[in-house]
């Protein structure tokens, strides 16, 4: 299957707005979801078909995607916002690509 | 409310069998694919594959790392997936987490519930 891949990690100041990316030829065909994973917790979607937010997810998370780049963006960031992000899609063969996470800190 | 329950996790030595179950309650279950994914101690997300619905032909697809080793199944009389884990390998040792997997498009896929997952440990 073909690979997606992620900054290992990134920092965004209290309340400032920090953007996960993720890349992968995957992406041209397949939409992105995002996953948020806090320490001892299982993963929660936070974002799916690029842009749309489940039940419960604050709008302060956002979804975008460009060519073979999906992105996540928390604006205003928030302390409890500290977690591993996981970006998920499909390749060709219908198997499913997992980005290796995005450990997000805030500062 | 859709819950996903693994159990079936323990100490199992390298070369022996394991399976989990993933008990889902909450909604119908025959309806929707299940994905597995683990995560080794200290590390990321892994795929390990998925099983579709009967409606889709049930058909299966494995990561390459476990592909021929492990198998899904799935009992949607009782609500349970399985994921069978043969000749287990000490790189096996991770939490397994089973998903319910939705479709909103033609190419949108994503895992909108996780369960609480269960620890393999594979060691002699």
């Known amino acids: 299957s073909s690979d997606v891949t992620q900054d290992p990690a990134v920092s965004v100041a209290l309340g400032q707005t920090v953007r996960i990316t993720c890349q992968g030829d995957s992406l041209r065909n397949y939409y992105a979801s995002w996953y948020r994973q806090k320490p001892g917790q299982a993963p929660v979607l936070v974002i799916y078909a690029d842009n749309n937010r489940p039940s419960g997810i604050p709008d302060r998370f956002s979804g975008s995607s460009s060519g073979n780049t999906a992105s996540l963006t928390i604006t205003g960031a928030r302390a409890e916002d500290e977690a591993d992000y996981y970006c998920n899609s499909r390749d060709s063969n219908g198997e499913d690509v997992l980005g290796p996470g995005t450990k997000v800190t805030v500062l | 409310e859709v819950k996903l329950v693994e159990s079936g996790g323990g100490l199992v030595q390298p070369g022996r069998s394991l399976r989990l179950s993933c008990t889902a309650s909450?909604?119908?279950?025959?309806?929707?694919?299940l994905s597995w994914f683990r995560q080794a101690p200290g590390k990321g997300l892994e795929w390990v594959g998925f099983?579709?619905?009967?409606?889709?032909?049930?058909?299966?697809k494995y990561a390459a790392s476990v592909k021929g080793r492990f198998s899904i199944s799935r009992d949607d009389s009782k609500s349970i997936a399985y994921l069978q884990m043969n000749s287990l390998k000490i790189e096996d040792t991770a939490v397994y987490y089973c998903?319910?997997?939705?479709?909103?498009?033609?190419?949108?896929?994503?895992?909108?519930?996780w369960g609480q997952g269960t620890l393999v440990t594979v060691s002699s």
């Open positions: 998903t319910r997997d939705r479709r909103n498009l033609l190419t949108s896929y994503y895992k909108d519930s």
């Open positions: 099983i579709r619905s009967k409606i889709h032909d049930g058909t299966t």
């Open positions: 909450g909604f119908t279950f025959g309806d929707f694919a």
